[in-house]
């Protein structure tokens, strides 16, 4: 279960937030694809997801440095910066929907305990929980978490 917050000062709709939220967790591709994860939204949940400005992320993150710029998960706390959910990262060159989906499954995959992963080839696919922001290190990006797991599923 999970509670979905917006900063007033970030100016961006609650309710739209809440349902972009919904829609990537609950998306065939995501986290709960395993078959051992479903998420609901609820009014009280011990995880947060939260839409915020750079200077609240950056103290909520700390002592992550986050420079406002970059998202983290700390303390049952999903920290979106909205800069980064408005525009997307100078290295994503896809499109602020996949950036989008890309950044709450990163996110969130922390929350569930995932720590960073890198690509292992030129030319292969990222795994989700690399951090995209900054770059792909030669290889595609990734927004969904088990897209390489899914072979293996089947």
Known sequence: ?????????????????????????????????????????????????ILATPLTVDSLCAPLDTNGYVSCYRKNKVLLNVMRWREGAAAWKGSLANYRRYLINHEVGHALGQRHQ???????????????????????????????EKKRLR
């Open 1 to 49: 279960m999970y509670r979905v917050q917006v900063e007033s000062a970030t100016g961006y709709p609650l309710k739209q937030f809440a349902k972009e939220i919904a829609e990537i967790l609950n998306d065939d591709r995501g986290w709960q694809a395993t078959g051992k994860l479903y998420f609901q939204q609820r009014r009280r949940a011990q995880l947060r997801i």
């Open 118 to 148: 890198y690509c292992d080839r030129a030319g292969g696919t990222v795994p989700v929980m690399h951090p995209q922001t900054y770059g792909f290190m030669n290889c595609k990006p990734n927004y969904w978490p088990l897209l390489s």
